[in-house]
């Protein structure tokens, strides 16, 4: 039995010419279809014209209850389901839960057409929860597809074709509102359309062979020699019987979990991670509640007249531009990031109160787009910095582990301001209580930037003094490397 095995590895290493011909093919044409799921499963033309159809008379929802009692909802859903769905996506191999999120899409929009009650409108939130938590799936489905050679090219693909399709389902949305004159109703309906047909891709979506974490050892020979945490397992014996303990202790996501810790031991890694979680949480904030602001400030009587839509679309595309522009920007960050973050951070403060007093809907949709932008502008620049010195797995656990405590910190901001057990704040106090929040994280950025630039031209002027072996010193860039070359050959 040991000889045919080590055959069928050997068959597996070594495929025959054939085989190598069409392994190409398949994945090309596996990426594409998940592309294209990708860009279907955003067309969603009512998506931006959710709030104005709860206040409209077709629905009839106050105010108060969809800022106080029914956007709320979606916070709690998000941080609920957000570690389960996390979990469940490595350990059933994405498809399930791309399957999921697809109907939930669809219970989505049918309880907007049937729904009336108060309580359907917050399930109709909870569900939208689960989407949002199950766009990790899709993000993270495509690797599982191609080898490591090839991550960035394909993460480019389903990067673009998601932006094409919310750009396009706003595009649309718009055109049907404002040229179409289609009701609320209507819009929903064709929105429920798309979403079944994007449910129907999901039945036939590739089933990957193997995942992130759990499914590791469904990895080919090529494919498993390049996850740089194998090595964690080279050096234990394979003994005949493990206890459940002592192989919970010895897998790889165990010792990322333990690896975790050395993440705040680089700078780099422990700034970017804070603004991931505290910028995140107040973008997402004011994302939930702009809608319910722009019909406070313009109340249109027409539907016509909400342009809901094209500013989701100019956003969009401005964020893309933004996105595509932070791949060019080359500066120290290991020296300027504070003060690059603390720019960023005080312009969007200003954007924020801007959009918390004026009376001009115009302003508010050019603030809109403006912070949005400026937020996509450092959210490349963000995984660039945090995956840089870690493995793929380490970093999917970082991201999630960052995600996860923006989402706590995004509830708990929600259940003090917003919710009716709360403060219950009305929306424009609310982006006063958010601008204040994002000058809070200015001072605190400038503070770190004044702190980093003043000790760096300080060591330059010191004069560099040698050790007792005659060496020189070495810079903090330097033991700075040496931990990040720990974190990626998987070493505590």
């Known amino acids: 039995m040991a000889v045919i095995e080590d055959l069928k590895e050997q068959e597996e290493a070594n495929p025959s010419p054939e085989e190598k011909k069409q392994e190409p093919q398949l994945w090309k044409w596996s990426v594409i279809f998940l592309c294209l799921y990708g860009f279907m499963a955003q067309l969603k033309p009512g998506e931006s014209f959710i709030t104005p159809l709860l206040l409209s008379l077709e629905k009839n929802f106050t105010r108060e209850e969809v800022t106080n009692e029914i956007t709320p909802v979606l916070s709690y859903s998000y941080m609920t389901v957000l570690v389960p769905v996390f979990l469940l996506t490595d350990y059933l191999r994405y498809k399930p839960v791309l399957i999921l999120q697809s109907l939930s899409h669809i219970s989505i929009w049918l309880l907007l057409l049937l729904g009336t009650s108060l309580l359907e409108m917050q ?28 991550y960035q090219r394909v993460a480019s693909y389903s990067r673009t074709s998601v932006l094409l399709g919310v750009f396009t389902s706003s595009v649309l949305g718009q055109l049907c509102v404002s040229v179409g004159e289609v009701s609320y109703g209507t ?12 449910f129907a891709l999901t039945l036939f979506l590739p089933w990957p062979k193997r995942s992130l974490f759990f499914n590791r050892k469904l990895q080919g020979p090529e494919e498993a020699s390049s996850a740089e945490l194998d090595q964690m397992k080279c050096d234990c014996p394979q003994p005949t019987a493990v206890k459940p303990v002592s192989a919970w202790r010895n897998s790889v996501f165990f010792q990322m979990l333990k690896e975790l810790l050395n993440v705040v031991k680089l700078p780099q890694l422990r700034l970017w991670s804070f603004w991931w979680i505290f910028n995140s949480a107040g973008y997402y904030l004011m994302v939930y509640y702009v809608h319910i602001l722009w019909n406070e400030v313009y109340p249109a009587i027409e539907n016509k007249h909400v342009y809901n839509g ?17 791949g060019y920007v080359t500066i120290r960050w290991s020296l300027w990031s504070e003060l690059v973050i603390g720019i960023v951070t005080s312009l969007q403060a200003g954007l924020l109160l801007l959009m918390s007093t004026t009376s001009n809907i115009w302003v508010c949709y050019v603030a809109y787009a403006l912070f949005r932008s400026s937020y996509q502008f450092l959210v490349p620049i963000a995984i660039f910095q945090i995956a840089s010195s870690l493995t793929k797995e380490l970093c999917a656990l970082v991201f999630g582990v960052n995600t996860f405590l923006a989402t706590i910190l995004k509830t708990v901001i929600t259940i003090i301001i917003a919710d009716k057990r709360g403060l219950a704040l009305a929306v424009h106090p609310q982006f006063l209580v958010y601008f204040g929040y994002f000058t809070l994280l200015a001072v605190i950025y400038f503070g770190a930037a004044a702190n980093v630039i003043i000790k760096h031209f300080r060591n330059e002027k010191k004069p560099v003094t040698p050790n007792q072996n005659g060496d020189t010193e070495l810079c903090s860039t330097v033991m700075v490397g040496n931990d990040a070359e720990k974190l990626t050959n998987g070493q505590v």
């Open 123 to 150: 399930f109709m939130e909870f569900f939208y929860g689960i989407t949002m938590a199950a766009r990790v799936a899709y993000s993270s489905y495509i690797f599982s597809l191609v080898t490591p050679s090839l």
């Open 187 to 198: 819009l929903s309906k064709i929105s429920l359309g798309f979403v079944i047909f994007g």
């Open 310 to 326: 094209g500013v989701d679309a100019a956003s969009t595309l401005l964020g893309a531009m933004a996105s595509f522009a932070a």
